[in-house]
């Protein structure tokens, strides 16, 4: 048996690399402002979207050395990425949609209906309600021009 100690060293990249990635995310935000500008209805949101997980890919790939480290967490991460993305264009069906709702209109289904008329009274109107009050039997109710319930015999 060999004592073989190694302590592990860090894995140092060269700053041009830093610069590099940092100039590509500084580049992809004035893209992301530049498309927010141009009027592509719901596309907007899936450029933007599509812009930002190429920017957490190079977050995650450089800044955070997943593209040196083992390729288990590489997998994981865009297994991870994938599923996301599907929910992602699960979502945009709908969203991209949406507006198509709208776009259809109905007509009345009988325009003569009472409801239509602008002279017909209103269900809480009571100013009528002594005229259509015809006492049937002695227990009946009345309305009296009032809009007041008095029992059939009583004046």
Do not use: C
Request: charged content about 10%.
């Amino acid at each position: 048996m060999s004592n073989h100690t190694s302590t592990p060293a860090p894995h140092i990249l060269p700053l041009q690399l830093y610069l590099g990635v940092g100039a590509a995310l500084l580049f992809l935000t004035v893209v992301t402002v530049v498309v927010a500008q141009i009027p592509l209805g719901g596309w907007n949101l899936v450029v933007a979207l599509a812009i930002a997980s190429i920017k957490a890919l190079l977050v995650v790939s450089f800044f955070m050395h997943l593209y040196y480290d083992n390729k288990l967490y590489f997998i994981i991460f865009a297994i991870g990425v994938l599923t996301l993305s599907v929910f992602i264009v699960l979502t945009m069906f709908d969203t991209l949609e949406r507006g198509a709702i709208y776009d259809i209109k109905a007509r009345p289904i009988n325009p003569k209906a009472a409801m239509y008329d602008q002279g017909a009274t209103t269900p809480g109107d009571t100013t009528r309600a002594g005229e259509f009050a015809t006492p049937t039997d002695s227990g009946a109710i009345r309305h009296d021009s009032t809009g007041q319930t008095k029992p059939s015999g009583t004046k």
